[in-house]
């Protein structure tokens, strides 16, 4: 078994993801396999251009790439399922097993409903269905991890924030009655549901939800431009009450290889 930890970041080209990201690779020294997943190459090649070279080179090893701390992108839209999967499938027949699995792909949840050709809306398809389904699809990597206390899996989105009497159980998917408030207690509810269920089922591996407070990321600035004016507006103000996306992840209860 390789002893270079595999660490997932889907959503890691911006924001908390970014944040996360880079903190992680400076913690390892690089040292470690890192695959990012998104959409912007760009954004992704400036953060990897950022993280330290790895010290525990292996590069002449004829072994399986997991066993090299490569540093890599995967470009894929994950606000379609078919997309998610295929990803996932990409990864189970190219790895061992997965160490640590950082979800924080999203757009603002204050952005109006916009259906994907699969009929989601995308807030909901990126904040809750595809990490749903990337997190159920890597299950068999996961259980293969052999770092201290198992696999890691840590959703930065709302814990605790849901309610569950607010669940419309006859319209999950908020196609008949969506708003933006429904739409932000359905996520965050479904997401504690979804950690809760997996904890129980998958003892050896540890599951997290996060709630990030305000952290002023490009998220802030992207769904609305009342917001955006706002934003500008009483900086100094917002600014007191929120955080920066990598002051945030030290304040988070992630925790990377010591
Ligand atoms: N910022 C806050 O104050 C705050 C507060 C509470 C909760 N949160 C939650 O924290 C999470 C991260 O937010 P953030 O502030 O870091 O946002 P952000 O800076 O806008 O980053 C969002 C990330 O999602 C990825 N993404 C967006 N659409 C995608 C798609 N279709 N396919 C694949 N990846 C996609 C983006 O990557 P690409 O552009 O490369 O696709 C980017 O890396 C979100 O779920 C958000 O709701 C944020």
Not at 205 to 214: D, E, K, Q, R, V
Request: glycine share 6%; charged share 20%.
């Amino acid at each position: 078994m390789t002893h270079i930890p595999v660490a997932i970041f889907v959503g890691g080209t911006s924001g908390i993801g970014r944040g996360m990201v880079e903190a992680f690779a400076h913690h390892v020294n690089g040292n470690t396999h890192i695959i990012i997943i998104g959409r912007n190459q760009a954004a992704a090649n400036e953060s990897i251009r950022s993280f330290p070279k790895p010290t525990e080179s292996k590069a002449d090893s004829t072994s399986p790439d997991n066993d090299l701390p490569i540093h890599e992108f995967i470009s894929s839209d994950f606000s379609l399922i078919s997309n998610v999967h295929e990803t996932a499938n990409t990864l189970l027949n190219r790895l061992k097993k997965v160490d640590y699995l950082v979800l924080t792909p999203g757009v603002s949840l204050l952005a109006r409903r916009k259906e994907t050709e699969e009929g989601l809306d995308e807030k909901m398809a990126l904040s809750y269905y595809s990490r749903w389904t990337f997190i159920r699809d890597l299950l068999p990597l996961l259980r293969k991890s052999n770092i201290r206390g198992g696999a890691r899996v840590y959703s930065v989105l709302s814990a605790g924030r849901g309610d569950l009497g607010t669940i419309q159980v006859d319209d999950l998917d908020l196609k008949k009655r969506h708003t933006i408030e429904r739409c932000r207690l359905a996520v965050s509810t479904y997401t504690d549901l979804m950690m809760q269920k997996l904890a129980r089922e998958e003892p050896r591996i540890s599951f997290s939800h996060a709630f990030p407070g305000l952290v002023r990321s490009p998220m802030i600035t992207s769904s609305r431009w009342w917001l955006t004016a706002a934003y500008y507006l009483f900086y100094p103000f917002f600014a007191f009450f929120s955080q920066t996306p990598e002051v945030n992840w030290t304040l988070v209860s992630f925790q990377p290889p010591s």
